[in-house]
């Protein structure tokens, strides 16, 4: 056994007693499983890598600290994302797409082009660093459909459409840092939406346990307030005062199982906000709108960060849901203009763009950060202006 084997055998048994000691066996758990199929693929690889050894070593050394430093998770400054964080996170995705050239070499059919994932997950990197500006245009109140489908972005317009901007699953963390996150709100201002709505998913255990950093990169939406709304997402229920005390500093209205009623340019619009729960969706969201009931001639907007909860919703309950939760399916080919994501291979769910049921309408947003698997790869995270073409009319005399 190679002296690069057995010292990666020993840091992944590393990170796990320490982890199960000083943070939870979760965790422990969730990077035993991690680290032991980084390790054997990365072994599998390293013979068609010797001419780049050294990087090659140092790469897959940063896997290690970075999985040993959020044993004790905390905000880290750039040089350290950039030196640690994003190679780790390069690296690591890398490694798991050579999956196939993994086991191609242990059957001794050893595959062309090793260096490919790698160069996949560079070009994650990039997605995963960037937003893609642009434009959005629903239209609702315009017919029903049968059952849960994919829906295309309709041609009609109305002269004054609701304009929002959406932000989700920022997930402050190493790709998100506050200066990143502080400019798209910036961005989001300098737009002058008729709404802000922020659907959840805040933070990555990094970022915590610190409500400041929060607090400063969504601070500039305090020039729209009275327009800026928010529901919680999974994640939020990790560190809820943290997420409470951010929003409540920028200014922003935190709807948890709550409603809003907004005099805005295109008119009257009722929020509803939803908070996540993890089972009986189907009598949580049937409670919630019969406590908030739809009010006649406001156009009737649903916060709710999980879209697959979308199908548990009463019919007519709401013209458009505003959900994130998915990363857009975060793996597919969206960016080559096809909609095809990894997600929908798993799950039977939404994952992102414009949906209908019934009457009903669901906006997924693909994310402005993520988290989870290390980096997207073919779907850009979205920093869009979603312009609201309601065909039914909204009332227009100020609350």
Sequence with gaps: MSVFTLGSWAAAVLVVGLAARFRSRAYATFRGIQLVLHTLIATALLPAFVWVLPLFVYLHLCVYVQALALVWPRSRGAAYRLLVSVPAAFFSAGTLLGLPWALAHGLGWPLPAPWAPYLLALIGVVQSSTAREEQVDVVVADGAVPGLRRRAFGSERVHRPLRIVQISDPHLGPFM???RLRRITQSAVQRQPDLVLLTGDFLTMESQADPRLLSAALEPLRALEGRVFACLGNHDHEAPETVRAALAGAGVRLLVDDAAL??????????VGADFVFRNRA???????????????????????DPSAFRHLPEGEADLVLSGHTHGGQVGFVSLGLPWTLMRLFVNAPDHGLWARGRDRLYVHRGTGHYGF??????????????VHSLGGLRTEAV
């Design 283 to 305: 009598p949580h969201l049937e409670a919630l709108c019969a406590a908030h009931p739809r009010i006649s001639g406001a156009l009737r907007l649903l916060l709710l960060h």
């Design 177 to 179: 840092s506050v200066a």
């Design 262 to 271: 907004v005099a805005t340019g295109a008119g009257l619009v009722q929020l």
């Design 374 to 387: 290390p980096l997207r790869l073919g779907v850009p995270a979205e920093n869009s202006m979603l312009c």
